[in-house]
């Protein structure tokens, strides 16, 4: 069950307020590889090498280490290119920084293909998932199953879909499915481009939907990466989020110092970046459920 913001976890800040000291990152180490098959993924079905496994493993590893050694408020989306759950290091790195005092919130983007015992050694307080849901990779049945387990054991989490037409029906009967205080997200497909009669049918399932349907104009606009929220690559390497590639400083060198920067790009297309932007006014509809992707109760 989806629990409300505690005083260990994120507070519920309102656009405007300050977490003096807080800072978000996004975390996106070498690991690319997936044990699923998306059509619509370029990382499906992709095998790491046992040399990039070991590289991710210590890189991931070095950060867990940098963030464990803060003392500042710290906040942490894991966001790999391919499944993170599948590999121990990132369970462990999950369930260590999650008994951390000064982190707030330790999140991952997962397909949760992976058996859920060891979240019995993490602070769910803390801890939090943002599970998508892929059909044709697995079971529908399986995936219900997982996602009651989830709550049924406390854990903090939301769920998604890609909303492609194919999927529509199978969201539907989720939606129906899922417990009534569990948020069932939608991301517009990448490339496609809704009539108003889709997207109404996608809203009726997330009312969040509109702001997934079309890119944000987000050039010269005030955002909060790269100031409270940055992103950060397995070599410590600081960019304002995952779409501007421009480099900022090293996480490990002392070489960033955080500044706020209206946003460089034309578009913003993608929650965890238009979710930052100040004129979305996400901030106060995902109040103390920013990484994990959960709307506040109101």
């Known amino acids: 069950m989806n629990k409300p913001a505690s005083g260990r976890d994120l507070p519920v800040l309102r656009a405007g307020e300050q977490d003096p000291g807080h800072l978000t990152i996004l975390y996106r180490g070498p690991l690319s590889s ?71 919130r330790v999140a991952i983007q997962t397909n949760f293909s992976c058996r ?21 990779q697995v079971a529908y049945g399986r995936f219900l199953a997982r996602c009651r387990d989830l709550a049924g054991r406390g854990v903090r989490f939301s769920v998604g879909v890609v909303g492609l037409p194919e999927h529509l029906e199978q969201a539907r009967r989720l939606r129906d499915d899922l417990p009534a205080e569990v948020y069932l997200w939608v991301n517009a497909a990448e490339g496609h481009l809704y009539t108003d009669e889709e997207a109404a049918d996608w809203t009726r399932i997330d009312r969040l939907f509109p702001y997934s349907r079309t890119p944000h ?25 995952h779409f501007v590639p421009a480099v900022l400083g090293n996480l490990y060198d002392g070489t960033f110092r955080p500044e706020a920067r209206p946003c460089p790009a034309a578009l913003c297309d993608c929650h965890i970046g238009y979710v930052h932007l100040e004129q979305t006014g996400l901030y106060d509809v995902f109040a103390g459920g920013i990484l994990e992707r959960i709307p506040h109760l109101t």
Do not use: N
């Open 34 to 104: 997936c044990d699923y098959d998306c059509p619509y993924c370029p990382f499906a079905k992709r095998r790491d090498g046992t040399e990039q496994l070991r590289r991710d493993r210590t890189a991931l590893e070095r950060f867990a280490g940098w963030a464990a050694g803060r003392d500042h408020p710290l906040s942490v989306l894991f966001t790999p290119w391919g499944e993170g759950l599948v590999r121990s290091w990132y369970r462990r790195a999950m369930v260590e920084l999650s008994h951390l005092p000064h982190v707030r």
């Open 116 to 136: 859920p015992d060891w979240l019995a050694e993490a602070d769910l307080d803390t801890l939090a998932l943002w599970v998508t849901y892929h059909p044709g």
């Open 217 to 241: 104009r987000s050039a010269g606009r005030p955002c909060r990466t790269g100031d409270t929220v940055i992103s950060v690559d397995g070599e410590g390497t600081v960019r304002r989020c």
